[in-house]
């Protein structure tokens, strides 16, 4: 987002934002009820992950998808993979019918389980979140799951 900010304006954003913080943020500023749809490799976690969007956004429509998403319409898509790469996953799986938005969430789905904790505050302030994610995940790195 900082690199995108900075091409059309020229400077950073003035707050850094994070893919959690975006996705917690634009749920929350959807007044509008959408159906939104979460789709994971982890059946158990995700059960944890719709109740704690549930309880942030409750005008939403939360459903779980599976991995075979087709015939499933929803407004917006949230992947969130462990065992696979988010973004090739929905390249491969996801198509325009499905749904409007779709988001590859990265960490948000072990974060609101509370398999891992969020980043801390100051690898935000420093943009240095990838150092973060380095030490904390270093395999996702490197197998490019991110």
Same mark, same amino acid.
Request: hydrophobic share 50%; with cysteine.
């Given at each position: 987002m900082n690199a995108a900010a900075r091409r059309a304006h020229g400077e950073p954003l003035p707050v850094v934002i994070d893919g959690v913080a975006f996705v917690m943020a634009l749920l929350t500023y959807m007044a509008v009820p959408k159906r939104i749809g979460v789709a994971g490799d982890d059946a158990a976690q995700l059960g944890v992950v719709l109740a704690k969007l549930r309880s942030h956004a409750p005008w939403h429509d939360f459903v779980m998808l599976s991995g075979e998403t087709s015939g499933v319409k929803v407004d917006m898509l949230l992947a969130g993979m462990t065992k696979e790469n988010?973004?090739?996953?929905?390249h491969r799986t996801v198509n325009r019918e499905d749904a409007r938005v779709a988001i590859?969430?990265?960490?948000?789905?072990?974060? /609101?389980? @509370?398999?891992? %904790?969020?980043?801390?505050? +100051?690898?935000?302030?420093?943009?240095?979140?990838? /150092?973060? @994610?380095?030490? %904390?995940?270093?395999?996702? +790195?490197?197998?490019?799951?991110?």
């Open positions: 988010q973004e090739m996953w929905l590859a969430v990265g960490p948000l789905f072990k974060i /609101l389980s @509370s398999e891992v %904790a969020g980043m801390p505050e +100051i690898f935000r302030r420093l943009h240095m979140s990838w /150092l973060y @994610s380095l030490c %904390a995940e270093p395999w996702h +790195i490197a197998l490019g799951k991110g």
